[in-house]
């Protein structure tokens, strides 16, 4: 069909310019064949049109190659962000948290509070951190007062962090715990300040709970060794257990200066066949209180674990502390 278009277009001028040639003259001959030319230019041009790829079609071959392609690489990501997810044992709504927390941030140390908490500066705003997964001896406490290596541990963090720009590392999430402090990991020179608190004895690994429990078997790698070489809090026994500090343990090992004051400045006599004397005890007071409001009247609030007037009854958390203002 369209080759009879073509040769109608083509010879129907020269049928005309034929039968009338002779009347045309020489402006009509080229007029006829101006117009043979354009049939002929026209009809070709239209079978080359014809011919040609409807666009359409090629954006759709190319989406569909497109998709092959790239499908297996798809595959590959989700597979990977599978196993990264399993071996951290977080869900897939926290893997972005996840990944944001290999990151570390930068901080100003504007105080050391003591050997596990600092205040710092981040974002222009001063924050309160305690350091994750240890528990360094009290020195502030406003019962147990200083507690034994409380002020060794204390003085070491003052010595690594005073005025120094430290990184903070989060777990799966930083808190704020019930007390309003951030929870970090921290970093000074590259090292891990947990670690070397651990390292001398001068923590212990504690206030583990899921999900941030990171490095938590680490930790505890470290402390093993420090309670085999019997370094700070480890080398006085029973001191340093699972529920926390023992100070009494301590006093109950500590000799009695008076006596060897009395033994110094006065000879004993000779007496025959000496009877060991039975040591005096001191009288334990024992305090009770019936609830929370009793303890807070007698002014004893909040009560801490060892303490008298102490009760689990009363601690509702079960931290160890009861009857918490």
Request: with cysteine; aromatic share 8%; proline share 6%.
């Amino acid at each position: 069909m369209k080759l009879i278009k073509i040769l109608g277009w083509i010879f129907v001028p020269y049928i005309m310019v034929f039968v009338d040639w002779k009347r045309l003259g020489k402006i009509g001959k080229r007029v006829g064949a101006t117009w043979a030319i354009l049939a002929l230019i026209i009809g070709i041009a239209g079978r080359d049109t014809n011919n040609k790829p409807n666009p359409s079609n090629t954006t759709e071959s190319a989406n569909v190659i497109s998709a092959a392609v790239n499908s297996p690489k798809t595959e590959a990501v989700s597979s990977s962000r599978t196993v990264t997810t399993d071996q951290q044992g977080v869900s897939a709504a926290t893997d972005v948290n996840t990944t944001q927390n290999t990151q570390r941030i930068q901080a100003k140390v504007l105080e050391v509070v003591d050997g596990d908490t600092i205040k710092v500066k981040i974002n222009d705003k001063e924050e309160t951190v305690r350091f994750l997964l240890v528990d360094t001896p009290e020195t502030k406490h406003p019962k147990y007062g200083v507690q034994p290596f409380g002020k060794e541990a204390s003085d070491f963090t003052k010595q690594l962090l005073t005025e120094k720009t430290v990184e903070l590392e989060q777990d799966v999430n930083n808190g704020p715990d019930k007390y309003g402090r951030l929870l970090y990991y921290i970093y000074v020179d590259g090292k891990s300040v947990q670690e070397q608190l651990l390292e001398k004895g001068l923590a212990r690994v504690a206030y583990v709970y899921v999900p941030n429990v990171k490095y938590v078997e680490q930790y505890r790698k470290i402390q093993e060794q420090a309670q085999k070489a019997g370094v700070g809090i480890w080398s006085i026994e029973n001191y340093a257990q699972e529920d926390g500090y023992h100070s009494d343990v301590v006093k109950k090992n500590e000799p009695d200066p008076s006596k060897n004051t009395v033994a110094t400045q006065t000879s004993p006599k000779p007496q025959p066949n000496p009877q060991p004397q039975p040591t005096p005890q001191q009288p334990v007071q024992e305090v009770y209180y019936a609830n929370c409001s009793e303890a807070k009247a007698a002014g004893a609030a909040p009560l801490y674990r060892g303490e008298p007037g102490y009760r689990e009854k009363l601690d509702r958390d079960k931290d160890g502390v009861a009857c918490e203002k």
